[in-house]
């Protein structure tokens, strides 16, 4: 069993960023592949990014491709979401999650372990 801790979020402009950060804790964390989700106001949980144990592969919403970056740092038991030139399309709360399939997947329900969330909001 894996605990995940998120943090870094807060009240920013448009066009600023933020690096969210995922600290996990219990069992090895290096097997478990990472995915970062948010759910804005009234609307569902939607996938923002995944990454695999090792980190040699990531994938992306294509809403964020190419302004948002998932890393981890296995020996810190560390996943970061860096997002650049925010927009108010961004409002939603931030959760990291972790799953032991090796598959990538972009849906919730295959996610195993969820930590609390951070909230972000963009303004305009």
């Known amino acids: 069993q894996v605990q995940l801790a998120e943090s870094g979020g807060g009240l920013v402009q448009a066009g600023d960023s933020l690096r969210l950060s995922c600290q996990a804790s219990?069992?090895?964390?290096?097997?478990?592949?990472v995915g970062w989700f948010r759910q804005g106001p009234g609307k569902e949980r939607e996938f923002v990014a995944g990454i695999s144990r090792t980190g040699g592969s990531t994938y992306y919403a294509d809403s964020v491709k190419g302004r948002f970056t998932i890393s981890r740092d296995n020996t810190k038991n560390m996943v970061y979401l860096q997002m650049n030139s925010l927009n108010p399309e961004d409002t939603a709360v931030y959760y990291c999650?972790?799953?032991?399939?090796?598959?990538?997947?972009?849906?919730?329900?295959?996610?195993?372990?969820w930590g609390q969330g951070t909230q972000v909001t963009v303004s305009s």
């Open positions: 999650a972790a799953k032991l399939s090796i598959v990538e997947s972009r849906s919730p329900s295959n996610y195993d372990y």
């Open positions: 219990g069992r090895t964390f290096s097997v478990y592949a």
